[in-house]
């Protein structure tokens, strides 16, 4: 069978099916890091993320210090959907030989102010010599043990929120496929800082991970619909998403009206938004919006979880909605 026909998820599933267990690890493949117990009071959490030149990023409307960021927060948001803390951030990365020195620390750079901005330091890594940039970077955190949050414990009754505003990552590639690469330029500017300069949400997973009052989370990387999705399958249950009440980012509606686009769509479809999709009970909303590291960012209950299997959007009208096929999958 063919990647394309297996699907990236298909596949990440029939590795997992086969991967040998092993006492110390006590979340493997499957959740957005691994969560290893070494011993000592807290849990050790590590994850990786590739980005490749032509696939992920263009250095024609993006800086190198733009990617190395954009690198960097998304692999700490898969820690912030730990409700981790990441600690040393390394990086594997594959540089022009042509390039001078001054770009590749102005990359590097860009990745080691993403990690001082959650009180993380990059602590190593690998360089090869390679025609285009690639970036593969590791994250290792810690969570108190008990507090870690993970894909499998949504239960029917309960509610789906999502931290912040999504759409913008959507909207940014709507204009770079419209216009090239100087349309971000002249994108509104919530669109392209969140685009280029997208903030994983670390205080805010410690925050929700401490209260003790979330039962499921993960962050928005591959769209809402598909990574609800993956609560629904991890967790054995259905949900329903209303498609009017999910945030849209700033900007959004304008970009939309410009290319005569749906922000709606980016919104439920578009990856990369990096924020926080958790499940819950309906009467610890309230509470946990309350948070100051979650007031700061927003809370907004975008669905419910129910008895059932997989993921359906309802418009304004209580109609199930038909959606373009969105979300990212590599082999898809």
Do not use: K, Y
């Not at 029917?156 to 100087?182: C, F």
């Not at 945030?247 to 922000?263: N, S, T, W």
């Not at 999709?277 to 927003?298: F, H, K, S, Y």
């Amino acid at each position: 069978m063919l990647l394309s026909e297996l699907g990236e998820f298909g596949f990440i599933d029939r590795i997992a099916a086969r991967a040998s267990g092993h006492p110390q690890v006590l979340v493997g493949i499957g959740d957005d890091a691994a969560v290893l117990d070494l011993g000592g009071p807290e849990l050790t959490v590590v994850t990786t993320d590739a980005h490749f030149e032509g696939r992920h990023f263009s250095l024609e409307h993006m800086s190198p210090a733009e990617v190395g960021w954009r690198a960097g927060a998304a692999a700490l948001s898969d820690i912030a959907a730990m409700g981790a803390r990441p600690v040393a951030v390394f990086c594997s990365c594959a540089l022009p030989a042509d390039w001078p020195a001054e770009r590749a620390e102005e990359l590097l750079g860009g990745l080691r102010s993403a990690a001082e901005s959650v009180s993380a330091v990059l602590a190593g890594g690998d360089m090869i010599s390679n025609r285009q940039v690639a970036l593969d970077v590791v994250v290792v955190g810690s969570v108190p043990r008990g507090q870690e949050l993970l894909r499998s414990g949504a239960r029917p009754g309960q509610v789906l929120a999502v931290t912040g505003t999504l759409g913008a990552t959507g909207a940014a590639l709507a204009l770079l496929q419209a216009g090239g690469p100087d349309a971000l330029t002249a994108a509104p500017g919530a669109v392209r800082e969140r685009f280029v300069r997208p903030e994983p949400r670390i205080v805010a997973g410690r925050a929700l991970a401490a209260s003790g009052r979330v039962a499921a989370a993960m962050d928005i990387s591959d769209g809402l619909v598909q990574d609800a999705g993956h609560i629904a399958g991890r967790s054995g249950v259905g949900i329903t998403i209303e498609a009017a009440r999910v945030p849209i980012a700033e900007g959004c509606a304008d970009v939309a009206g410009d290319l005569g686009a749906d922000a709606i769509a980016w919104a439920l479809t578009g990856g990369e938004d990096f924020e926080l999709l958790i499940a819950l009970d309906r009467d610890q909303v309230e509470p946990l919006a309350a948070m100051a590291a979650v007031a700061e960012i927003g809370l907004t209950v975008v669905g419910s979880i129910e008895e059932g299997e997989g993921v359906r959007v309802l418009d304004a009208n209580g109609r199930e909605m038909e959606l373009p096929r969105g979300g990212w999958d590599h082999f898809g």
